[in-house]
Nanobody, 124 residues
Framework: QVQLVESGGGLVQAGGSLRLSCAAS????????MGWFRQAPGKEREFVAT????????VYTDSVKGRFTISRDNAKNTVYLQMNSLKPEDTAVYYC?????????????????WGRGTQVTVSS
C-alpha cells in the first residue's frame, strides 16, 4: 500500500497562489495515475485534477481549468498542484490520491489510496 503525505496548504488572499505537494512511498510511483480531490465543509469530496503515470495527460474539473496545474516528478515520487488566481470557493481540504490499479491513464473517484489532506483557505 502506498503512503501519501501532502504539504503546502495554508491561508491566502483571493487572487493569490499556493503550490501543494504530495510525496509518495511504498510502491513504484511512476506506474500509477495520481490525482487531487477536495472537500469543502458540508460538501462531498470532489475531483479536482488527475495526471497519467508518465505525466503526459492531465484532466481538470471545469471550475479550475486555466487556474490550476497538476504535474509530477517521477524521480522524486511527488505530485504537485499549482493553484493560481485562487478564489474563496476554492477553500477546502485538499487530498492527494493514488490509483490502486497500475497503468490506467486517469484516476477514478474510487479504488484509490488517500493522503490525510491539507487545508487551503482563501480569504476574500
Amino acid at each position: 500500500q502506498v503512503q501519501l503525505v501532502e504539504s503546502g496548504g495554508g491561508l491566502v488572499q483571493a487572487g493569490g497562489s499556493l503550490r501543494l505537494s504530495c510525496a509518495a512511498s511504498g510502491r513504484t510511483f511512476s506506474s500509477y495515475a495520481m490525482g487531487w480531490f477536495r472537500q469543502a465543509p458540508g460538501k462531498e469530496r470532489e475531483f479536482v485534477a488527475t495526471i497519467s503515470p508518465s505525466g503526459g495527460s492531465t484532466v481538470y474539473t471545469d471550475s479550475v481549468k486555466g487556474r490550476f496545474t497538476i504535474s509530477r516528478d517521477n524521480a522524486k515520487n511527488t505530485v504537485y498542484l499549482q493553484m493560481n488566481s485562487l478564489k474563496p470557493e476554492d477553500t477546502a481540504v485538499y487530498y492527494c490520491a493514488a490509483d490502486r490499479t497500475p497503468f490506467r491513464p486517469i484516476i477514478a473517484r474510487d479504488n484509490n489510496d488517500w493522503g490525510r489532506g491539507t487545508q487551503v483557505t482563501v480569504s476574500s
